[in-house]
């Protein structure tokens, strides 16, 4: 059974920074593009960044582009998204994902959750 467990939400001041990741066991990482998502309360599930397979291209959305950046290590079977510039309204659960042949920005093209990690910005 494959699963994702993320780690490295927290707490934050607004401009700060914090590294999230993804470990992913049961299943072949390599296989896998990998996306981040994100859920305020009260609001709809959204994309945040993608990756494919081999690490070779990646997409971020637009509300995150230039401070965030999305990588992976395949030996670690690790994905990560590193934020930096934080804003309050990038606080959210943030989920990896993972699709066996999907590189989408549409969250139920994705195959496989993790449980979601609480990042916190305060202003």
């Known amino acids: 059974q494959v699963q994702l467990v993320e780690s490295g939400g927290g707490l934050v001041q607004a401009g700060g920074s914090l590294r999230l990741s993804c470990v992913v066991s049961g299943g072949t990482f390599s296989s896998y593009a990998m996306g981040w998502f994100r859920q305020a309360p009260g609001k709809a599930r959204e994309f945040v960044a993608i990756i494919r397979r081999s690490g070779s291209s990646t997409y971020c959305a637009d509300s995150v582009k230039g401070r965030f950046t999305i990588s992976r290590d395949n030996a670690k079977n690790t994905l990560y998204l590193q934020m930096n510039s934080l804003k309050p309204e990038d606080t959210a659960v943030y989920y990896c994902?993972?699709?066996?042949?999907?590189?989408?920005?549409?969250?139920?093209?994705?195959?496989?959750w993790g449980q979601g990690t609480q990042v916190t910005v305060s202003s």
């Open positions: 994902a993972a699709g066996v042949k999907s590189y989408s920005t549409l969250w139920p093209e994705y195959d496989y």
